[in-house]
């Protein structure tokens, strides 16, 4: 009898094969952070067990290590590979997600100021952290005294803007005088060989950062198969509507618009241009796109972006 129940296993496995008996179980990610934005998506939009694996196997391949926070291209290639894997009622619930919360294609994709700014702002501002790193103990005494001194003074020119004893022009324009006697103060602190070090620090993050960016673009094209037309379509997309919103935002200083209406005409913003994108792709490029929008979306928020500009939550325009 124990010999006939061995002849039985092993003649289950061969009609079946072991692939087969193994798919009941659930695919684990090695990392803890994907692991955590796995069962967060499962959570918020609700996956077969066929998904989650499928989503697993991709998150274990792609982002095994931590690569996740280095390769600009992580999310892409899971988002090109679920597209074929999600059922359309899945990919209904997760798009329906996205709607219900009026994201844009291609969040985080260079559209967000986080993603645009260099080391320095989009001013060419001083990049605090570098200052500091590049100090003595003493300086940064010095620096942390400098910096109490003018948050007092910014804090009561809003008080006397919020309270109305002086206009928001005024206002601004006191802000702006201590911000550059702020950064004067500052730079006054460094050496000459810090100044330089400094100025070799930001020129390597520059660097880098367009590197990155690059990467990220470089992922886009190649998970989505664009065409040149299509590259130049969204480069000219992102610029009217990055006009688009400069412009709605000087308007709603002007007029002292209401919250509520800036809301609803950044809303209609994000519609147009999801509906340009939508008219420049094919289905299956959209879906892919909606796909990877999302999954930057649910990376953001069950593990906190730590991956910042690292990460592969950009990529979407140059």
């Given at each position: 009898m124990k010999k006939l129940s061995i002849l039985l296993t092993i003649a289950i496995f061969a009609t079946i094969g072991c692939d087969k008996l193994m798919k009941d179980e659930t695919i684990l990610v090695?990392?803890?952070?994907?692991?955590?934005?796995?069962?967060?998506?499962?959570?918020?939009?609700?996956?077969?067990?066929?998904?989650?694996?499928?989503?697993?196997?991709?998150?274990?391949?792609?982002?095994?290590?931590g690569k996740?926070?280095?390769?600009?291209?992580?999310?892409?290639?899971?988002?090109?590979?679920?597209?074929?894997?999600?059922?359309?009622?899945?990919?209904?619930?997760?798009?329906?997600?996205?709607?219900?919360?009026?994201?844009?294609y291609l969040y985080g994709g260079g559209m967000d100021a986080k993603a645009r700014r260099g080391p320095g702002g989009d001013r060419g501002g001083m990049d605090l952290r570098a200052v500091f790193a590049v100090l003595d103990e003493?300086?940064?005494?010095?620096?942390?005294?400098?910096?109490?001194?003018?948050?007092?003074?910014?804090?009561?020119?809003?008080?006397?803007?919020?309270?109305?004893?002086?206009?928001?022009?005024?206002?601004?324009?006191?802000?702006?005088?201590?911000?550059?006697?702020?950064?004067?103060?500052?730079?006054?602190?460094?050496?000459?060989?810090?100044?330089?070090?400094?100025?070799?620090?930001q020129a390597g993050m520059k660097q880098k950062m367009e590197e990155m960016r690059q990467a990220a673009h470089d992922a886009m094209v190649s998970a989505l198969e664009m065409t040149p037309d299509q590259e130049s379509g969204l480069e000219t997309i992102n610029n009217e509507s990055g006009e688009a919103q400069r412009g709605l935002i000087e308007k709603a200083r002007a007029e002292?618009?209401?919250?509520?209406?800036?809301?609803?005409?950044?809303?209609?913003?994000?519609?147009?241009?999801?509906?340009?994108?939508?008219?420049?792709?094919?289905?299956?490029?959209?879906?892919?796109?909606k796909i990877y929008t999302a999954l930057g979306m649910q990376y953001s928020k069950h593990c906190g972006d730590k991956r910042g500009d690292k990460g592969g939550n950009t990529g979407g325009s140059r």
């Open positions: 090695d990392d803890p952070e994907l692991q955590a934005f796995s069962e967060g998506l499962n959570t918020d939009v609700g996956l077969s067990k066929k998904s989650i694996n499928a989503l697993n196997d991709a998150l274990n391949r792609h982002g095994k290590d996740h926070r280095r390769d600009p291209a992580f999310l892409w290639k899971v988002s090109a590979e679920m597209q074929g894997k999600l059922s359309n009622e899945e990919k209904e619930r997760l798009f329906g997600w996205m709607d219900d919360n009026n994201v844009p003493a300086q940064r005494e010095s620096l942390k005294s400098i910096m109490d001194s003018y948050r007092g003074q910014m804090e009561e020119v809003m008080k006397k803007a919020k309270d109305g004893t002086i206009d928001r022009e005024a206002a601004k324009a006191e802000l702006e005088a201590l911000e550059a006697t702020m950064r004067a103060e500052i730079e006054a602190l460094l050496t000459d060989e810090q100044r330089q070090k400094l100025e070799d620090m002292d618009m209401s919250r509520e209406d800036l809301q609803d005409a950044l809303k209609q913003l994000i519609a147009d241009r999801n509906s340009k994108i939508e008219a420049l792709f094919s289905d299956k490029q959209i879906e892919i796109i």
